[in-house]
């Protein structure tokens, strides 16, 4: 077992080809060992070089309506009446705090996705 930092996209290829090939390795033993660090190695570096940011939000709320089949008028029921639904979701207008705990509780949104980061 030759373990050594992953540093380049070449690195990180090989150690995914590796993990694949000890996939049913059992724990405990040396090929489990190394299944573990190599794990431990690639989510590092993806985490690094390749990093999954949450939704913009209001890219969010659009998502979840698309899955659950609901229109703009559905979103008043959640946000409030049609103008304010126009300004959030044409960006004029910020989501409050109370807004993100309802589209989060009766949506299921991420608060997550809801807050935002910059990135």
Same mark, same amino acid.
């Given at each position: 077992m030759v373990i050594a930092p992953i540093k380049t996209t070449r690195d990180d290829d090989r150690a995914l080809a590796r993990i694949e090939q000890l996939m049913d390795a059992k724990p405990g033993t040396k090929a489990g060992d190394e299944l573990d660090v190599l794990t431990t190695l690639v989510e590092v570096y993806e #985490?690094? &070089? &390749? #990093?999954?940011?949450?939704?913009?939000?209001?890219? #969010?709320?659009?998502?979840?309506?698309?899955? =659950? /089949? @609901? +229109?703009?008028?559905?979103?008043?029921?959640?946000? /409030?009446?049609? /103008?304010?639904?126009?300004?959030? @979701? +044409?960006?004029?207008?910020?989501?409050? =705090?109370e807004m993100i705990r309802r589209l989060h509780r009766k949506m299921h949104i991420p608060l997550e996705s809801l807050i935002g980061t910059a990135a």
């Amino acid at each position: 077992m030759v373990i050594a930092p992953i540093k380049t996209t070449r690195d990180d290829d090989r150690a995914l080809a590796r993990i694949e090939q000890l996939m049913d390795a059992k724990p405990g033993t040396k090929a489990g060992d190394e299944l573990d660090v190599l794990t431990t190695l690639v989510e590092v570096y993806e #985490a690094k &070089h &390749h #990093a999954i940011y949450p939704p913009d939000p209001i890219e #969010a709320i659009k998502f979840r309506m698309d899955q =659950l /089949g @609901m +229109t703009r008028k559905d979103l008043e029921m959640v946000l /409030g009446g049609r /103008g304010r639904v126009s300004e959030i @979701m +044409t960006r004029k207008r910020n989501l409050s =705090l109370e807004m993100i705990r309802r589209l989060h509780r009766k949506m299921h949104i991420p608060l997550e996705s809801l807050i935002g980061t910059a990135a």
